[in-house]
């Protein structure tokens, strides 16, 4: 180090020993108060709809995930590391790691440590020496094998998915540990890198902003970045053969989408692409506040899932064709401010993401189809057929309903009816910009309305998210 006196600092080193001595002959009892009790981290995060997903006693800054892909055998080679602070006095800690995947090494502060695999996704963790709360650690895992995707009956699929091309990986709600290993809970947000190699003529594109891009020996490595806190079911890797374009959005906002070449035969479909994602992404700023990541945009690629999903900062849209839907964009975009800045503390609370998504579409619709929010909520309103269930608690399997999605947006609706205009436009400003990159729960958005509006507005939300039954007008 530069400019240490050494002498002096070895006086304050003898001096301080000399301290702790005369501390612990004085006080044996405040000593003994002082020294760590070890205990493991909870092996789940809490939620009762994915009770294993997750874990307690640390919480993760960052996630560096260096991978190489081999199509031919569909296999990867990857190191994780992960830099995490304990939350507790730790003896040991899980992470979520699922699938066939084989480790050859796992460290933790550079030592190797030991490691046992319980259950369908618990990798249990023993440093070799007890961490204590409040400090940094960094822990290390290499491993390879063929990932294997999730195919949950209620659920559909997720994780790590092969592609013709290649592989998608799409991680809601569960699909993260299929490649990596990962604390797989909403409330843990962290930052990200992905450093992929694939061989060359493939194209690598992930969330947030690319780094650079290099190629040896046949091989490519792509950089990505994630600069801002997200939550692991929002992470997203496609590799494979597409056409890429690049723009700006939202006052130079770099705007990088992609489309799968298989499914690219319209000319002038990437440009299209790209420049509707622009439209909806300033247009959308003009509704909820400032665009909330460093970069934005999309994929459209034919992966087999059946769904299009809101991964941070670049969506996935599956599809087998190269149509641009602008609904369908203002739905998975919209979820850049309600589902991926602000993601919700529990599962339940999963109508906060979707019901706003939804209400997205419904506002694109008479912004730029001359269809009233007021005539998508009346229609919505007469062909729901299906009034049971828990708007803000709709269980496990139904996380992806109607239920959640079209109910949630008629939820907005009616408080829009309840409140007015311009204490609804408030919220949909005011919401997302007070809790930026943080975590929301069902109780905190009806206490923050109720704040802004100064109204007790409890019988309302128990009608339209607590209770069975379709709610009078």
């Known amino acids: 180090m530069r400019g240490v006196n050494r002498g002096r600092g070895r006086l304050v080193i003898i001096c301080c020993a000399l301290s702790a001595g005369l501390l612990a002959a004085t006080s044996p009892a405040a000593d003994a108060a002082q020294a760590p009790r070890y205990s493991p981290g909870a092996p789940g995060a809490g939620d009762p709809?994915?009770?294993?997903?997750?874990?307690?006693?640390?919480?993760?800054?960052?996630?560096?995930?260096?991978?190489?892909f081999s199509p031919g055998t569909g296999a990867i080679d990857a190191t994780t590391t992960i830099l995490a602070t304990a939350t507790q006095d730790l003896s040991r800690f899980d992470l979520d790691f699922q699938g066939p995947l084989t480790i050859s090494r796992l460290s933790v502060n550079g030592l190797d440590a030991a490691f046992t695999?319980?259950?369908?996704?618990?990798?249990?963790?023993?440093?070799?020496?007890?961490l204590r709360k409040g400090s940094a650690f960094a822990?290390?895992?290499?491993?390879?094998?063929?990932?294997?995707?999730?195919?949950?009956?209620?659920?559909?699929?997720?994780?790590?998915?092969?592609?013709?091309?290649?592989?998608?990986?799409?991680?809601?709600?569960?699909?993260?540990?299929?490649?990596?290993?990962?604390?797989?809970?909403?409330?843990?947000?962290a930052t990200y890198t992905q450093t992929i190699t694939v061989p060359a003529g493939l194209t690598v594109l992930a969330n947030g902003e690319p780094?650079?891009?290099?190629?040896?020996?046949?091989?490519t490595t792509f950089r990505w970045t994630m600069n801002r806190p997200m939550a692991s079911e929002l992470s997203m890797l496609a590799i494979g053969d597409y056409d890429v374009t690049r723009g700006v959005a939202a006052g130079g906002l770099p705007?990088?989408?992609?489309?799968?070449?298989?499914?690219?035969?319209?000319?002038?479909?990437?440009?299209?692409?790209?420049?509707?994602?622009?439209?909806?992404?300033?247009?959308?700023?003009?509704?909820?506040?400032?665009?909330?990541?460093?970069?934005?945009?999309g994929i459209l690629a034919d992966v087999g899932v059946g769904y299009a999903l809101e991964t941070q900062s670049r969506p996935v849209y599956d599809q087998d064709t190269s149509?641009?839907?602008?609904?369908?964009?203002?739905?998975?975009?919209?979820?850049?401010?309600?589902?991926?800045?602000?993601?919700?503390?529990?599962?339940?609370?999963?109508?906060?993401?979707?019901?706003?998504?939804?209400?997205?579409?419904?506002?694109?619709?008479?912004?730029?189809?001359?269809?009233?929010?007021?005539?998508s909520f009346a229609k919505a309103y007469a062909d729901e057929k299906d009034w049971s269930g828990e708007v803000a608690d709709p269980g496990r399997d139904h996380i992806f309903d109607d239920l959640v999605y079209n109910r949630g947006a008629m939820a907005l609706q009616a408080l829009r009816m309840k409140i007015g205009d311009r204490a609804f436009f408030d919220v949909l400003t005011r919401w997302p910009t007070a809790h930026r990159y943080g975590n929301v729960s069902t109780r905190q958005?009806?206490?923050?309305?109720?704040?802004?509006?100064?109204?007790?507005?409890?019988?309302?939300?128990?009608?339209?998210?607590?209770?069975?039954?379709k709610p009078a007008l």
């Open 117 to 130: 695999r319980s259950g369908t996704q618990e990798l249990v963790i023993t440093p070799p020496h007890g």
């Open 255 to 297: 705007n990088i989408t992609a489309i799968g070449k298989s499914i690219d035969t319209e000319p002038g479909q990437g440009k299209v692409f790209n420049q509707t994602t622009a439209q909806v992404v300033q247009w959308e700023s003009s509704v909820y506040g400032p665009y909330p990541f460093d970069s934005t945009g």
């Open 139 to 189: 822990v290390s895992v290499s491993y390879a094998g063929v990932p294997r995707k999730i195919d949950d009956p209620a659920l559909g699929l997720s994780g790590w998915v092969a592609t013709k091309d290649g592989a998608v990986a799409l991680n809601q709600p569960i699909g993260a540990a299929t490649y990596y290993p990962v604390n797989d809970t909403t409330t843990d947000k």
């Open 445 to 469: 958005f009806i206490q923050f309305v109720e704040r802004l509006t100064h109204r007790d507005l409890g019988s309302f939300f128990r009608t339209w998210l607590y209770q069975p039954g």
């Open 323 to 375: 149509d641009v839907d602008g609904d369908l964009l203002a739905h998975e975009l919209g979820h850049q401010w309600f589902g991926d800045s602000l993601t919700p503390v529990r599962w339940s609370d999963i109508w906060l993401n979707e019901g706003f998504a939804t209400y997205s579409e419904w506002l694109y619709q008479e912004k730029f189809d001359g269809i009233p929010v007021s005539q």
């Open 49 to 68: 709809y994915f009770p294993e997903m997750g874990n307690g006693g640390y919480d993760v800054s960052h996630y560096d995930i260096r991978l190489a």
């Open 211 to 219: 780094g650079p891009t290099t190629t040896r020996d046949h091989r």
